[in-house]
């Protein structure tokens, strides 16, 4: 029959059997107890990631990266719209400059000493004013109001043409200047015998 005995240590305990006359011991060894969340020398699938880095290590990366604050993200997002408008605006007004019915008008103002002298040398053109009612483009008809300045004075170059069908040639039907000062001078208006300015 097996006997306990203690050791002294106390850090195992041994238990024996007489058999025979002859005395056999047996040394006992503490089962090992896993608890949770120690190491125990390998690795639970749980937790680990394909990069070699565990949960923890994860959540530690994750945690140290600080959001972008909302303020800055609208900020960006505003410049980003901004930018996207002003290209927007810039190609508009480039379309404008290179219809037959603007250059039409423009060569009509310099060519007109009148309008010249009131407004002064050299001549500035201005982008058109987006916004205005007057300015109106489909596909017959073609109305601008461009700015232009001077040294003496300014105003607004008034055109209106039209075509017969998509793809024809744009015909001026008139062209006046009018100052700030309200003063306007007619710089085109067809005739009878030749009621059309033709460009490609």
Not at 104 to 111: D, I, K, N, P
Request: hydrophobic content about 30%; charged content about 20%.
């Amino acid at each position: 029959m097996w006997r306990g005995v203690s050791t002294p240590d106390g850090l195992a305990s041994t238990r024996e059997k007489r058999v025979g006359g002859f005395t056999q011991r047996r040394q006992w060894q503490p089962t090992p107890v896993l608890l949770p969340g120690n190491s125990h020398g390998q690795r639970s699938p749980v937790g680990c990631s394909p990069w070699g880095r565990t949960e923890s290590d994860t959540t530690e990366s994750l945690g140290s990266r600080m959001p972008m604050p909302l303020g800055k993200q609208v900020f960006f997002a505003g410049v980003a719209a901004s930018g996207s408008c002003a290209i927007v605006y810039y190609l508009v007004q480039k379309t404008f400059s290179r219809a037959s019915y603007y250059q039409l008008a423009l060569e009509q103002l310099h060519s007109h000493p009148e309008a010249l002298e009131a407004l002064g040398t050299p001549l500035n053109v201005h982008y058109l004013k987006l916004t205005d009612k007057y300015n109106f483009v489909d596909i017959a008809d073609a109305k601008l109001k461009i700015p232009v300045s001077g040294p003496k004075s300014e105003g607004h170059l008034y055109v209106s043409s039209s075509r017969d069908a998509p793809f024809k040639r744009w015909n001026l039907q008139e062209v006046f200047l009018e100052l700030k000062d309200g003063q306007q001078i007619p710089l085109f208006k067809p005739s009878r015998d030749n009621d059309e300015v033709k460009k490609e």
